[in-house]
């Protein structure tokens, strides 16, 4: 029996074929979302879900930065009245829309960068302004995932896989609970 490799054009194409099949089949392992342990078909629907949480994600990750710039003028004395009139118009362009997932947490950051800038030019008190902060930090710390929710993903989904469902897609919460509590609450203006 002879080999010809004449005819070596079909077995190469059959052998391209296979390696790019099983190729897509790495892939869709790699990528397909996983609920309860097993892996589960990607649909328009889940492609959405799954593209909100990580916009809302992103979102709790710019609104935690944007806490901790508000917290940091309204801890320095004496305020600084320009630096937090212009925070509270970035805070506002910034956060006016989003996800229905962070509305609340959006608006109470909104309200207590408002908060600052009228302490720091005069016309309210500093414990109005701490209470409208630590009012934003509280919702800010609601819809952040916790870290059993980060721990619970990780275990949910094998590494490199991307999951969809509870505690699905999640940062670990950028909220340190140490900042909320680190305000003085006494003195007034």
């Known amino acids: 029996m002879d080999i010809s490799l004449e005819d070596a054009r079909p077995a190469m194409i059959s052998a391209l074929v296979v390696a790019l099949l099983i190729g897509l089949a790495l892939l869709g392992h790699g990528v397909s979302p996983v609920e309860a342990g097993r892996p589960q078909v990607l649909t328009p629907e889940r492609w959405l879900a799954a593209a909100l949480t990580r916009q809302a994600n992103a979102e709790i990750v710019r609104l935690a930065e944007d806490a901790q710039s508000v917290r940091e003028a309204l801890a320095k004395e004496p305020p600084d009245a320009i630096r937090a009139m212009t925070l509270a118009q970035r805070v506002y362009a910034a956060h006016r829309t989003g996800t229905a997932a962070t509305a609340p947490a959006r608006q109470a950051l909104i309200a207590a960068a408002e908060a600052v800038a009228r302490y720091a030019a005069g016309g309210l008190e500093r414990n109005a302004a701490i209470t409208a902060l630590n009012a934003a930090l509280e919702r800010l710390k609601a ?3 916790t870290s059993d929710d980060a721990r619970q993903s990780q275990r949910s989904a094998p590494e490199g896989r991307a999951a969809i469902g509870k505690g699905a897609a999640r940062v670990s919460s ?8 680190s305000l003085p609450l ?4």
């Open 143 to 145: 819809i952040a995932p």
């Open 174 to 181: 950028p909220i340190r609970t140490c900042v909320w509590r």
């Open 186 to 189: 006494g003195g007034g203006a």
